[in-house]
């Protein structure tokens, strides 16, 4: 009797257990900068995606070579991981703190949108960096968000809340017609109330959620204002690597378990919407 007790209550300990989200990961902040590519070639990192579950990456990188390379490389289909290229708006490091008012950024933008990639044309621009969220009203930022919306590009944007509401208006609809992917979902850590006055202010607006302050708490499970907030707006997330340094492609697997270990506290539903449904339709894949 003792015996039988001891298996029902570890029967019922294991079933509240949440299992793993299984499914297919759409990375929606992947960098393959300069940096990388030496000690990580095309075979590794597609091969970290491969063991991953990785389906689909946006992928950006600085220079924008990086970024030929994957789109150009047949060990992406090999790999079953489809490259939605975006053009990032930096060849250099001190790009970062000028890209907003440089015109020759916006001509090298216009170029590259002109020459595509190997895997079809770029889907978007970013990442870009605003350390002061003033300088969204730089005149190249200005440009590129109208750009953005007429070319309907994504765009992928490591900004505050503040410069969201300044990069939006800048848009010809003003911000109800551009796909802005906000990397982080504020970096700073706007609170989840801020955040989903932003989601009903811009109904095209997405929410990445690398490096998000806030997000798990004890043993990576999802803090509950933002289980409350994924459940409230499953449609407007999406997960990211952000392999900015190298080191993030030294711990890619575990950044994609942690991702799949909070997922799969969500209804399954939701959990697949963020990990890859929400991603794919942004770009209309299948
Ligand atoms: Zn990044």
Same mark, same amino acid.
């Given at each position: 009797m003792r015996l039988l007790l001891t298996l029902v209550a /570890? &029967?019922?300990a294991a079933s509240v257990q949440a299992a =793993?989200? /299984?499914g297919p990961l759409f990375d929606a902040h992947l960098h393959y900068n $300069?940096? &990388?590519? /030496?000690p990580h070639p095309p075979a590794d990192v597609l091969g970290r995606m491969r063991r991953s579950g990785v389906k689909a990456i946006i992928a950006n990188s600085r220079p924008n070579d990086g970024t030929h390379a994957l &789109? &150009?490389?047949p060990l992406a289909r090999e790999a079953g991981v489809t490259v939605v290229p975006f053009v990032r708006l930096y060849r250099n490091r001190a790009d970062y703190d000028n890209w907003f008012r440089d015109d020759s950024i916006y001509r090298m933008v216009e170029s590259e949108l002109a020459r595509g990639t190997a895997s079809g044309p770029f889907r978007g621009l970013g990442e870009f960096h605003l350390y002061d969220s003033g300088n969204a009203n730089g005149p $190249? @930022?200005?440009k590129l968000m109208v750009l953005a919306e007429e070319k309907n590009l994504a765009v992928l944007a490591h900004v505050d809340d503040t410069a969201v509401d300044l990069l939006m208006a800048s848009t010809p609809s003003k911000g109800q017609k551009l796909r802005l992917i906000w990397a982080h979902t504020g970096i700073g850590g706007p609170s989840p109330a801020r955040v989903e006055e932003l989601l009903k202010k811009y109904p095209l607006l997405m929410g990445e959620l690398s490096y998000r302050p806030g997000l798990t708490c004890e043993g990576g499970k999802l803090c509950a204002p933002w289980r409350e907030l994924m459940l409230k707006f499953p449609d407007r997330f999406v997960i990211g690597s952000d392999t900015w340094i190298n080191q993030r492609w030294e711990s890619y697997e575990d950044l994609m378990k942690g991702y799949r270990t909070w997922l799969g506290e969500l209804p399954p539903e939701v959990a697949r919407r963020? @990990?890859? =449904?929400?991603?794919a339709k942004l770009f209309q894949l299948p």
């Open positions: /570890a &029967a019922l =793993d989200y /299984a $300069v940096e &990388a590519q /030496a &789109a &150009a490389s $190249v @930022a200005k963020i @990990a890859w =449904d929400n991603g």
